[in-house]
């Protein structure tokens, strides 16, 4: 079946603007979470929707941060005004009722 | 304060001997451990998973060890291919987070298998 897709895969935006990330989940899946790694480092949590629950939002770095999940469906992420730290590869995943997570491949974000 | 640690960032080892990828954690409300393996330009993929009820869990040439009075678990995967060279993620949830399911990650640990 299908697994978490996630788009762009590729984005390059210049200092100052803002972008939005897109992640799909898997069907049915009623978790889901976005990370962000950035290069040489691990897995950084950012926030966790889970069902109708208010989201756990407790890793986002700044109020620059936010990201808005439609039901049990489609997620974005959107950074305003980027800066160059917020270089980094996004990843989202998501799960059922399992801990395990399925994760998509990451957009890979370059501010310069 | 980070609550789980991969000390070391990289390990090297022969193909056809065992790997032993090591994670602590800080946390005694964790009681949910998983591996996860990642390829450079994809996502991680979940490798293995152990519940604090037990104390071993194998999957084929792959078999994770707990330790919760040390608070360490470690991967072990004998033996070792060349396709298994990945950075591989420790990770750890509780069953009594608000939030089950979330997991906190380590930094990862970079295996190298040389033919």
């Known amino acids: 079946g299908a697994g978490v897709s996630q788009s762009p895969s590729n984005k390059v935006t210049e200092k100052g603007k803002d972008v939005e990330l897109r992640c799909d989940p898997i069907?049915?899946?009623?978790?889901l979470y976005w990370y962000r790694q950035r290069l040489g480092q691990g897995l950084e949590f950012l926030i966790y929707?889970?069902?109708?629950?208010?989201?756990?939002k407790s890793g986002l770095p700044s109020d620059r941060f936010s990201a808005e999940r439609t039901g049990e469906s489609v997620s974005t992420l959107t950074i305003q005004r980027t800066q160059q730290e917020d270089s980094a590869v996004y990843l989202c995943?998501?799960?059922?009722?399992?801990?395990?997570?399925?994760f998509g491949p990451g957009t890979r974000l370059t501010v310069t | 304060d980070q609550q789980v640690k991969q000390n070391s960032p990289s390990l090297s080892v022969q193909e056809g001997r065992i790997s032993i990828l090591n994670c602590d954690y800080t946390?005694?409300?964790?009681?949910?451990f998983l591996w996860y393996k990642k390829y450079p330009a994809e996502g991680p993929t979940f490798l293995i998973s152990?519940?604090?009820?037990?104390d071993k869990n194998e999957d084929g040439r792959f078999t994770v060890f707990l330790n919760k009075s040390a608070k360490h678990l470690s991967l072990h995967i004998v033996p070792s291919q060349p396709g298994d060279s990945a950075v591989y993620f420790c990770?750890?949830?509780?069953?009594?987070?608000?939030?089950?399911?979330?997991?906190?990650f380590g930094d990862g640990t970079t295996l190298t298998v040389k033919p």
């Open positions: 995943a998501s799960s059922s009722h399992s801990y395990e997570q399925y």
């Open positions: 069907s049915g899946h009623t978790a």
């Open positions: 929707f889970q069902g109708n629950s208010a989201p756990d």
């Open positions: 946390n005694s409300m964790f009681d949910y």
């Open positions: 152990i519940s604090s009820i037990k």
């Open positions: 990770a750890a949830s509780s069953l009594y987070n608000t939030n089950a399911g979330k997991s906190t």
